[in-house]
Nanobody, 121 residues
Framework: QVHLVESGGGLVQPGGSLRLSCAASGSFFSIYIMGWYRQAPGKQRELVARIFSDGTTIYSDSVKGRFTISRDNAKTTVYLQMNGLTPEDTAVYSC???????????????WGQGTQVTVSS
């Protein structure tokens, strides 16, 4: 079992920055992929960014050049540095862990509870 806890959301003015964190805990050996998704009101959840255990990163076109995803050395915490925020970035941001290797097998699609990011003046 893996437990994901996000933090760092809040209210920020357009052009501002926020840094989200997601810490994974529980009984597991490793997590292959960690990522951030977001869901705005009335819209489907969409990928923001993913990072693989080898450091490879993937970003959605809408955040390229503004957001940066990273992991700590233990690879159990993932961060999302968000710069140049716009009102269109307003959403609930959720952390995802995929291919989590545990003593009982591999877990897929593990989610945190989400954290609200609101960009408004």
């Amino acid at each position: 079992q893996v437990h994901l806890v996000e933090s760092g959301g809040g209210l920020v003015q357009p052009g501002g920055s926020l840094r989200l964190s997601c810490a994974a805990s529980g009984s597991f050996f490793s997590i292959y992929i960690m990522g951030w998704y977001r869901q705005a009101p009335g819209k489907q959840r969409e990928l923001v960014a993913r990072i693989f255990s080898d450091g490879t990163t993937i970003y959605s076109d809408s955040v390229k050049g503004r957001f940066t995803i990273s992991r700590d050395n233990a690879k159990t915490t993932v961060y999302l540095q968000m710069n140049g925020l716009t009102p269109e970035d307003t959403a609930v941001y959720s952390c995802n862990a995929d291919q989590v290797h545990t003593p009982r097998g591999v877990l897929y699609g593990q989610w945190g509870q989400g954290t609200q990011v609101t960009v408004s003046s």
